[in-house]
């Protein structure tokens, strides 16, 4: 598609893969094992789905693409070149996209890395977790550190430098030294970029379940907020840029993809349980990869409008004021924090006018500080962040 001609938009999409060789115990994402058999079935459909939102797209630049899930190198990469090419033709791709797949290290030795280096896939995510072997079999990762180390020294002797690692603290019977090997390790790989995340047990998941009965121990709070410091220090002798609350970057190479998200800007999610903010709306797709591919087997190309109507759930327009707290949430991630002067522009009100009184009692708990241009948490305040964005919700 070309729309040159046009003052497009900018938009990011965002294409889920719900295939999974095991699901991690910690995980609580939309992500299923054993149904290999609808692949298929699900690739067709996830076409279908992007070529329905075409006359929507008209109107925007896809300026990123990230395939999630789920588990991405669950599926050819040949398959996954054959995907970016339909997006190609059926949006206005910018030629300098941010394209992202997300990978598991045990996937690269099946995936074709000739079909890799061609499938037009420019970022590779891989989720790691963990380079000590106990803490990958607490977790249910099916690899070694070593495996994972040397998978990660493959891709970048065959070009691809520009790699994120997920990592994550707070493990259950974590230790400061696993912490501090593991995340050594990662400085040592060179990667572009690094994710940190602090463990978190979901209700529903198997962990919580071991937990709750008493088989394994609750994760150290404590311990956690001091790992988490400990990656401040390190990966800033490091020379990587701390620009999210648990994202850090070398210089350039901040993802596009997720800071869309923070900015609040537009995204499109297709496939199973996938998430949009599209005109103020926010709605996500059916969960159920069947349901899914049965919804788009029997979808009319009449436009968006049936999308909304047939496979939507949860679909609703975003109020103003939730709009203006969103902001404020998203905005306070970022390490540099809310630029005054753009939320003005956006939303044409002033946050220190609307947020007064949470913006001074944050300030005066040592959360928050202020300057002509931004408001930012500061080194306490991202320690506790979850109990300033509660002031906004």
Known sequence: MSNKCKSLSPISLYVHIPFCKKK????????????????????????????????????????????????PSR???????????IIEESTNLN???????????????DWDINDLQNSGINRLSIGIQSFIDTELDLLDRQYTGTFAENQIQYLQSHGFKNINLDLMFGLVNHTMGNWKHSL??????????????????????????RIEKGELPHPDDDLAAEQYEYSIKELQNANFIHYEISNWAKNGHQSVHNSAYWDMSEYLGIGAGAHSF?????????????????????????????????????????????????SMIFGLRMIEGINIENFKIQHNKDPRIIYKNIIEKNKLNGLLTETDSHIKLTKKGILLSNEVFQNFI
């Open 184 to 209: 050594s390790k990662a400085i040592d790989l060179e990667p572009a970029h690094l994710s940190c995340y602090s463990l978190g047990v979901e209700e529903g998941t198997l962990l919580n379940y």
């Open 24 to 71: 991690c115990n910690f995980c609580d994402f939309n992500a299923y094992e054993g149904i290999e058999e609808m692949v298929d079935d699900y690739e067709r459909a996830i076409i279908k789905e992007l070529q329905l939102w075409s006359p929507t797209l008209e109107s925007k630049e896809v300026i990123s693409i990230f395939i999630g899930g789920g588990t």
């Open 75 to 85: 599926i050819p990469a040949a398959n996954l070149k054959n995907l970016i090419k």
């Open 278 to 326: 599209l005109s103020n709306k926010r709605f996500s797709n059916v969960k159920n990869p069947r349901e899914y591919i049965n919804i788009m087997n029997d979808m009319q190309a009449n436009g968006n409008q049936e999308i909304k109507m047939k496979q939507v759930v949860d679909g609703q327009d975003v109020s103003k004021n939730d709009l203006l707290n969103d």
């Open 95 to 109: 030629k300098s996209a941010e394209i992202t797949a997300e990978i598991n290290p045990d996937d690269i030795p």
